[in-house]
């Protein structure tokens, strides 16, 4: 477990870590607090991976096509 805050952590580096962490808690070699400390660093990690693709999403969403399928260019992003 990394001491780098979560928002710090680009969408990779925090997925690696949350497969560290599961990793971790599958193996059930660590300390019930230990355990406690993965398993709220695993959600914090979730939520800000949901959160990033989330945001991709809505901009990928945002590209405008032409009648071809050709990106033509993106609407404003509104609530992003």
């Known amino acids: 477990m990394t001491e780098t805050p979560v928002a710090d952590l680009s969408f990779e580096d925090a997925i690696r870590e ?12 660590v300390a019930l607090e ?26 990928i ?4 096509l032409g009648a071809d399928g050709a990106p033509t260019g993106t609407k404003p992003a ?3």
């Open 18 to 29: 949350l497969e560290h962490v599961v990793s971790q808690l599958e193996g059930s070699q």
């Open 34 to 59: 230990d355990s406690i400390k993965l398993y709220e660093r695993g959600e914090a990690l979730k939520k800000h991976c949901e959160d990033k693709l989330k945001k991709a999403e809505e901009k």
């Open 61 to 64: 969403s945002l590209i405008d």
């Open 78 to 80: 509104t609530g992003l």
